[in-house]
């Protein structure tokens, strides 16, 4: 069975940062492409950044490009996402979920704030 917990959310002000984390297991984590998604109060589910098994590409969404940075370790099954110059409008549950794209499993999610 396939279970994400994400962890690292919380309230940040604007321009701040934030670490989240996406524990990985009952599949096989260093073959799978992850991602992270995200859905804003009253907003469908966006895509914000994915990552290649075997450490390989990275991609971004241009809303967070150049602010966000993806990455991975196979040997912890984890996934990490970490957020900088932090915006209102990244306010948002954060998924992390396997594949590349909006289809794949998610986990709970992990509630991010951003406010002054």
């Known amino acids: 069975e396939v279970r994400l917990v994400e962890s690292g959310g919380g309230l940040v002000q604007p321009g701040g940062s934030l670490r989240l984390a996406c524990a990985a297991s009952?599949?096989?984590?260093?073959?799978?492409?992850m991602s992270w998604v995200r859905q804003a109060p009253g907003k469908g589910l966006e895509w914000v950044s994915g990552?290649?098994?075997?450490?390989?590409?990275?991609g971004y969404s241009a809303s967070v490009k150049d602010r966000f940075i993806i990455s991975r370790e196979d040997g912890k099954n984890t996934l990490y996402l970490q957020m900088n110059s932090l915006k209102t409008e990244d306010t948002a549950v954060y998924y992390c979920?396997?594949?590349?794209?909006?289809?794949?499993?998610r986990g709970q999610g992990t509630q991010v704030t951003v406010s002054s």
């Open positions: 990552i290649q098994s075997g450490g390989g590409g990275t």
């Open positions: 009952g599949f096989a984590f260093s073959t799978t492409d």
């Open positions: 979920a396997t594949g590349w794209g909006l289809r794949g499993a």
